[in-house]
T-cell receptor, first 110, second 111 residues
Framework: RKEVEQDPGPFNVPEGATVAFNCTYSNSASQSFFWYRQDCRKEPKLLMSVYSSGNEDGRFTAQLNRASQYISLLIRDSKLSDSATYLCVVGGAGSYQLTFGKGTKLSVIP | DTGVSQNPRHKITKRGQNVTFRCDPI?????LYWYRQTLGQGPEFLTYFQNEAQLEKSRLLSDRFSAERPKGSFSTLEIQRTEQGDSAMYLCASSSDNEQFFGPGTRLTVL
């Protein structure tokens, strides 16, 4: 079983749609959780950290369920500029290394 | 530009040659990381420094790979006797807390 697994994608959605990304992780000792965004041929950039209480940043909502070892990202009212690959990322216990999922590519279509 | 910088941005080499990449982190960040990313995959952790101390190394980091951060500022990653399987994007990141900031990467092609 891979350490971090994401929906394989790609997702092709029209502008204005709501899209949800799902992710599971295998290490129950994981301590930190993130969603990164990576544009084509660019470096990953932090989109948002994910907390057990859930957190929202504008059109983006992230949720963490530690019992199920499940992380989600919801994008509402998607824009053309949201087109990118979304990477689910988990940080270990006592370690600063990050473990990335393969990413899910999103294309928002006019 | 106060972000993470990496040089060179692209490197093409022949199998068996040695290559060295440089990473300049954000100046106040004491932690520096190296990752490798191949097409269609997420970045994979290679190694991590806190100041000049190399504290973690992945199993992916074979004996042909060595990384240094001699003065706790910039870092170098050297690959000796390159193989075609080393072709990838090598990403450097730095942090002072949980958020890691990535550089633009060095794309290595081994012919």
């Amino acid at each position: 079983r891979k350490e971090v697994e994401q929906d394989p994608g790609p997702f092709n959605v029209p502008e204005g749609a709501t899209v949800a990304f799902n992710c599971t992780y295998s290490n129950s000792a994981s301590q930190s959780f993130f969603w990164y965004r990576q544009d084509c041929r660019k470096e990953p950039k932090l989109l948002m950290s994910v907390y057990s209480s859930g957190n929202e940043d504008g059109r983006f909502t992230a949720q963490l369920n530690r019992a199920s070892q499940y992380i989600s990202l919801l994008i509402r009212d998607s824009k053309l500029s949201d087109s990118a690959t979304y990477l689910c990322v988990v940080g270990g216990a006592g370690s600063y290394q990050l473990t990335f999922g393969k990413g899910t590519k999103l294309s928002v279509i006019p | 530009d106060t972000g993470v910088s990496q040089n060179p941005r692209h490197k093409i080499t022949k199998r068996g040659q040695n290559v060295t990449f440089r990473c300049d982190p954000i100046s106040e960040h004491n932690r520096l990381y190296w990752y490798r990313q191949t097409l269609g995959q997420g970045p994979e952790f290679l190694t991590y420094f806190q100041n000049e101390a190399q504290l973690e190394k992945s199993r992916l980091l074979s004996d042909r790979f060595s990384a240094e951060r001699p003065k706790g500022s910039f870092s170098t990653l050297e690959i000796q006797r390159t193989e075609q399987g080393d072709s990838a994007m090598y990403l450097c990141a730095s942090s002072s807390d949980n958020e890691q900031f990535f550089g633009p990467g060095t794309r290595l092609t081994v012919l």
